[in-house]
């Protein structure tokens, strides 16, 4: 059973910079795709960015684009979300999902597409001056 872990969040200034990771146990990260979600509070999940199993293809949502980075280095089971320029309004708990069954080049920012068991708990990110 894949279990995932993010970590890298934390209390950073309008402006600043944060590297969250998510880390995949139980299974080998190359058979998924990952997603990363936003939720504010008192507000829905949002999609910021995604990364399919395998390929160049990125997508992130207008609100991240030219400011969050994806990656993902299988050797470490992990997959990285560069954040730098960060706005109040990225603040929220972001966690990251997963999809082993489609075996795409591309992927989507709905959870919809993902597998509802493979959802990690999240880590707190808030911009505050």
């Known amino acids: 059973q894949l279990r995932l872990v993010e970590s890298g969040g934390g209390l950073v200034q309008p402006g600043g910079s944060l590297k969250l990771s998510c880390t995949t146990y139980g299974d080998r990260l190359e058979y998924y795709a990952i997603g990363w979600f936003r939720q504010a509070p008192g507000k829905d999940p949002e999609g910021i960015s995604c990364i399919p199993y395998s390929g160049a293809y990125r997508n992130y949502a207008d609100s991240a684009k030219g400011r969050f980075t994806i990656s993902r280095d299988n050797a470490k089971n992990t997959v990285y979300l560069q954040m730098n320029s960060l706005k109040s309004e990225d603040t929220g708990v972001y966690f990251c999902?997963?999809?082993?069954?489609?075996?795409?080049?591309?992927?989507?920012?709905?959870?919809?597409?993902?597998?509802?068991?493979?959802r990690g708990q999240g880590t707190q990110v808030t911009v505050s001056s």
């Open positions: 999902v997963a999809d082993g069954l489609q075996l795409s080049g591309v992927c989507e920012l709905s959870l919809d597409y993902y597998e509802r068991t493979y």
